[in-house]
């Protein structure tokens, strides 16, 4: 079992910033890819970022390219999104998952753990 633990939503202003924390206590955490999802109200779940389980590779969604940034610290078992140039419209309930699959897919069905998610609000 892999807990995930998100954290760093709010509230900000469109073209700010948020840094979006997944933490987990898991020691195999760092050998799982993990992703970034999100679900805006009466919307689909959707895809946003992905890392392989070393760091070593990313992929995101054409909405994300250029603003959004996924890394990770295995050593502090930590998952970031660093969402810059936020607009309204990215307002949603934002999820981090594990994968032991490497490299992790954009498909939630391939998603093995999440997270409680946090609510990030842009507001215009």
């Known amino acids: 079992q892999v807990l995930l633990v998100e954290s760093g939503g709010g509230l900000v202003q469109a073209g700010g910033s948020l840094r979006l924390s997944c933490a987990s206590s898991?020691?195999?955490?760092?050998?799982?890819?993990v992703g970034w999802f999100r679900q805006a109200p009466g919307e689909a779940r959707e895809f946003v970022a992905a890392i392989t389980w070393s760091g070593g590779s990313t992929e995101y969604a054409d909405f994300a390219k250029g603003r959004f940034t996924i890394d990770r610290d295995n050593h502090k078992n930590t998952v970031y999104l660093q969402m810059n140039s936020l607009k309204p419209e990215d307002t949603a309930v934002y999820y981090c998952?594990?994968?032991?699959?490497?490299?992790?897919?954009?498909?939630?069905?391939?998603?093995?753990?999440w997270g409680q998610g946090t609510q990030v609000t842009v507001s215009s």
């Open positions: 998952a594990a994968d032991f699959t490497d490299p992790p897919g954009r498909l939630d069905s391939s998603y093995d753990y």
């Open positions: 898991s020691r195999s955490f760092s050998a799982y890819g």
